[in-house]
């Protein structure tokens, strides 16, 4: 199955990541971003080319680097990816001590092993009570920090990751194409949105408009992102299906169209190789970029067919407003 929009740039396959990546041109891709399999945490399918299918971390880092290594090739030169992910839990039971796993440091060392520069890391806060109330972890619980505080240990936030293509041959900057200032709208929970300065303002509309993109870098150049709003995805209800081996973990929608108005330009093509129900796609046509995309399970592709679909009417019925 695929969906191709050749109007909008559109075009995702239910295939496997790796095959759909070795059928791309060098350089087709100006930005991916994604949220990989957790190695073996979850089960989306009982697929052999699922990545997720693995017995151990090992295995999957294996199989994880046929992608990395193509998409190094079909990323345009000095460009990015961004790779989400967070620590994973070791048990006493399967791994012999209780713990975390730095599964973000595995993925650095695996790009960096086909040729990717590690350049940045955002940490993206998450309320450890939620985690807590979901997970009942010992670590977490009140009552563990009044008996042995040995065992307590903070919540786990979430990662992306950021790893940058560093040939410098035919570079093409990410920037505004009238070199006006670079931010114009704030991305995230409104009420840490930076305001417009009214004194500026009233000397001059230019001088204002710089200062308020200089506080909207300054909150994006935060290695801490505390206003990533958690319950910000796609729906997921229509996604489940009788079938399903663990359940999908969309990525926030906020976080998704940060980095691609950060790392990429208007019109350019963002990939997404595990695409679950669309989430990169969705968002990244109403930010009016093209979009590549594979999906491995056949019910998670129905929807994100579906979505990427909502978004392209979603942008039309905005420019078919009256103003």
């Not at 295939?15 to 930005?31: Q, R």
């Not at 042995?148 to 786990?156: P, T």
């Not at 979430?158 to 041959?169: L, T």
């Amino acid at each position: 199955m695929e969906y191709i929009n050749e109007k909008e740039r559109i075009a995702i396959y239910h295939t496997d990541c790796v095959e759909l990546a070795k059928s791309l041109p060098d350089e087709a891709i100006d930005f991916s971003v994604y949220s990989p399999p957790f190695a073996n945490l979850y089960t989306y399918s009982d697929n052999l080319a699922d990545m997720g299918n693995c017995a151990n971390d090992e295995e999957f880092f294996n199989q994880y680097k046929y992608l990395i290594k193509e998409k190094f090739r079909i990323t345009r030169n000095g460009r990015l990816t961004a790779i989400h992910c967070k620590d994973l839990p070791k048990y006493k039971n399967r791994n012999g001590a209780s713990g975390l796993v730095d599964f973000a440091g595995a993925i650095i060392k695996a790009h960096e092993e086909c040729g990717w520069t590690y350049h940045s890391r955002i940490t993206i806060w998450k309320d450890p009570v939620i985690e807590m109330q979901r997970t009942k972890n010992q670590g977490l619980l009140y009552k563990q920090v009044c008996k042995d505080s040995a065992y307590s240990r903070q919540g786990m936030a979430d990662y992306i990751i950021v790893m940058r293509k560093c040939v410098y041959e035919d570079n093409v900057p990410v920037c505004n194409e009238n070199g006006a200032e670079r931010f114009y709208d704030y991305i995230g929970s409104s009420y840490l949105a930076p305001k417009i300065d009214k004194s500026a303002l009233m000397r001059s509309v230019n001088e204002a408009q710089r200062l308020y993109s200089i506080e909207v870098w300054q909150r994006y150049a935060s290695p801490v992102w505390f206003d990533i709003a958690q319950t910000n995805v796609l729906n997921t209800a229509l996604a489940k299906d009788g079938k399903d081996e663990k359940h999908i973990c969309p990525l926030q929608l906020d976080v998704i169209e940060r980095c691609i108005e950060l790392w990429s330009n208007k019109s350019e093509i963002v990939f997404s190789p595990f695409m679950g129900i669309g989430s990169e796609g969705y968002q990244a046509v109403l930010q009016n970029r093209g979009f590549v995309g594979s999906e491995l399970k056949e019910s998670y592709f129905a929807i994100a067919e579906a979505n990427i679909k909502k978004a392209i009417s979603e942008k039309q019925s905005l420019f078919d407003m009256p103003f």
